[in-house]
């Protein structure tokens, strides 16, 4: 025991020491919950909009303004012919054209069919899904209470009445808050490990270590120690940012929560340790380290939903621990799941963890004479 | 008390993969006593001081340190040993006292008993003006006392030191011998590897590797007499006269040192007469050869010759 807190003790004692490590540590949450809290929205609004207005009539240029009053869309002017709108796209002046055809509101006014065309910019799909589905309701919405009008019925045969559950606002910060907690402990916690070893290594420390009466177990759990530590910290402060500054509160148990975390702060350890194997210096342990933060950002689930990956990519991300502590993370805070919801996360973090756990300690064992 | 082994090892020898590091070393190290293992780069000092040390399995061979096997019992003779590296293994970012008191836990001290022992070693190495410095800070004369100390902050009976002086001034040098015979005379047995031969006639005795295999043990004095050499100099630039004595079967090297010319031979010959007689032939009058002391280099380099002779 006491060869273990020498070395936890020696290691918080460095830390202390390298103060640009500390900083970073501290910044990169802050730094990170400003720019994926302020800076991403996946709901995309004020998408630039050109009209083709063939009709020139109040009820077509109501038509525009109904679509601009979505919120989806933002008029920036007319053109007067196709050739102008294609320009207009090709510029990259407008995403988004409304034609209006001929004798619109004739038509209308005759109990006639018209229909409306709507060209996108497909270059930028997910900003003008937002533009098609905002203009499909609108129309949806207007051609049923022309027709109600029509028939002289009272109401529509079928309505969907939907509700949202758990974030009704949509708000984007609520789905990106409790993510972050796996980015950053992820990120934090192989790169530190693995840096921490390589130096050891690196400057000859290692050896030294080696030829004390320490067990190789000692060594890592002394090694690593100080990094749980960092890696609750870190999580607390995501935590509080995001309730304070974007009111993502946690509602399951956070008891709950902060035990289930250990388990994924302990994989990624492992893997940190793992790399460490691997690398020979500190700039190669950092390399590999940022290697893997990559996959993890964009199959985790993070940032981009896993249901419309391809197969292969669903399962990829199926062995980072960070596809995993995600669903757990965000079932506690935002669903308010209890350890029974989660079980099936939990056993595939379990095997993954036991995974890198053997893994990383027979490479450890074998790396270190 | 003379005769008690601290390390004894019967053809110890150690592969990695096809290639063969150490072949066959057979060591017995007594209690108190200075032990040099002296060779070339490459010949398996640090390979077999790991092997001693519990950090590598040897292929073949056996043997003992501070009375357990260390092929079986590698962790007991951990807590055993003091080991330093030629590279200090200080934390950098640490200060010196910081280096000592982790070593000191890492060696299972605590509490009191660690602080005591400590601020005992800062005390006694003169590292009071220091203790607060940053490691990295000192210089390499300095890292060198306190990587000593922090491998002798366990008491331990037997300490290994991996070319301990590269990189250090010549003052530190000598002032770090010092510290090593002290070392000893309270007991305690030192092991240390170098290439530098002034440094290898400090030792009580030696043990010359070169390429896995040891080739002599002994005192200085001993390995010196057993190779039976004599040596003379003389003031000399002439080419001719080089190349005639290197033609000389009965010279066994010829080497020139500033402008002087070294020659070795075996005891049956006179260097300075085979110098004589050279300069003779080449028309040359210039001083008288004078016959000096053979060195450990002289020594070292007829044997390796010898060696890769018969090889």
């Known amino acids: ?369 | 008390m003379a005769a008690e082994l601290v390390v004894e090892t019967q053809g110890l020898g150690r592969t990695f993969g096809q290639l063969v590091a150490v072949r066959d070393v057979s060591l017995s190290v007594r209690r108190g006593e200075i032990f040099g293992i002296l060779g070339p780069n490459g010949a398996g000092k640090s390979t077999t001081i790991r092997m001693l040390c519990g950090l590598l399995t040897p292929s073949s061979g056996r043997g003992s340190v501070a009375g357990f096997d260390i092929a079986t019992e590698p962790e007991r003779i951990k807590t055993r040993i003091g080991y330093m590296t030629q590279r200090f293994s200080l934390y950098e970012d640490l200060t010196v006292r910081e280096n000592l008191l982790f070593y000191a836990g890492l060696y299972g001290l605590s509490g009191a008993r660690r602080r005591a022992r400590v601020a005992e070693v800062i005390a006694r190495n003169g590292l009071v003006d220091r203790s607060e410095q940053l490691a990295g800070t000192l210089s390499g004369g300095w890292k060198q006392r306190v990587a000593l100390a922090c491998a002798m902050l366990h008491e331990p009976p037997l300490v290994f030191l991996d070319e301990p002086t590269a990189g250090v001034d010549p003052v530190s040098r000598r002032a770090f011998w010092e510290e090593i015979h002290r070392i000893a005379t309270e007991g305690t047995t030192v092991i240390v590897t170098t290439h530098y031969m002034d440094e290898a006639e400090r030792c009580h005795r030696l043990a010359f590797v070169f390429r896995g295999s040891v080739l002599d043990v002994g005192t200085p004095a001993e390995i010196m007499e057993r190779r039976g050499l004599r040596v003379a100099e003389v003031e000399c630039r002439e080419r001719a006269v080089l190349d005639s004595l290197r033609a000389d079967a009965r010279v066994e090297e010829v080497a020139p040192f500033g402008s002087r010319l070294r020659v070795t031979t075996r005891r049956e010959h006179d260097p300075a007469a085979l110098v004589r007689a050279a300069m003779a032939a080449a028309g040359l009058r210039g001083d008288d050869p004078l016959e000096v002391r053979a060195n450990l280099e002289d020594a070292f380099v007829s044997m390796v010759r010898d060696d890769a002779r018969g090889a």
């Open chain 1, 1 to 369: 025991m006491t060869r273990l807190l020498s070395i936890a003790w020696k290691e918080l004692l460095q830390l202390r020491r390298d103060r640009l490590t500390l900083a970073m540590m501290v910044m990169l949450p802050i730094l990170q919950i400003a720019l994926f809290g302020w800076a991403i929205d996946t709901d995309v609004r004020h998408i630039p909009t050109t009209v083709l207005d063939q009709d020139r009539t109040a009820a077509s240029r109501e038509l525009a303004r109904a679509l601009e009053a979505t919120g989806s869309c933002d008029l920036v002017g007319n053109v007067r012919d196709p050739a102008e709108l294609s320009a207009a796209l090709r510029s990259g002046r407008a995403k988004v054209g409304l034609v209006i055809p001929p004798r619109y509101a004739e038509r209308l006014s005759l109990g006639h069919s018209a229909t409306v065309q709507l060209v996108v910019d497909g270059s930028d799909p997910q900003s003008v899904a937002s533009a098609t589905s905002a203009a499909g309701g609108l129309i949806a919405q207007r051609a049923v209470a022309m027709m109600l009008a029509r028939t002289g019925a009272r109401e529509a045969p079928i309505s969907l009445e939907s509700t949202t559950w758990y974030n009704p606002d949509l708000r984007t910060a609520v789905n990106v808050v409790p993510g972050l907690v796996g980015v950053i402990l992820t990120m934090t916690m192989v790169m530190l490990t693995a840096m921490a070893v390589a130096r050891e290594r690196e400057r000859g420390t290692l050896e030294q270590l080696v030829v004390s009466p320490i067990r190789r177990w000692e060594l890592v759990v002394g090694k690593i120690l100080p990094f749980v530590v960092i890696g609750y910290v870190q999580m607390t402060l995501v935590l509080i940012a995001g309730r304070v500054i974007f009111d993502v509160p946690v509602v399951g148990s956070l008891p709950l929560l902060y035990a289930l975390a250990f388990g994924f702060i302990a994989a990624n350890l492992a893997l940190g340790l793992f790399f460490s194997t691997l690398a020979k210096t500190q700039q190669q342990a950092m390399q590999m380290s940022f290697f893997f933060i990559l996959p993890n950002i964009l199959l985790s689930g993070f940032m981009f939903p896993r249901e419309g990956m391809p197969k292969l990519a669903q399962w990829l991300s199926e062995i980072l621990p960070l596809t995993h502590f995600l669903k757990i993370i965000r079932g506690i805070a935002l669903r308010g799941a209890g350890f029974d919801d989660l079980r099936g996360e939990l056993l595939r973090l379990a095997v993954i963890l036991a995974a890198l756990v053997t893994l990383s300690s027979l490479r450890f064992r074998k790396n270190l004479a």
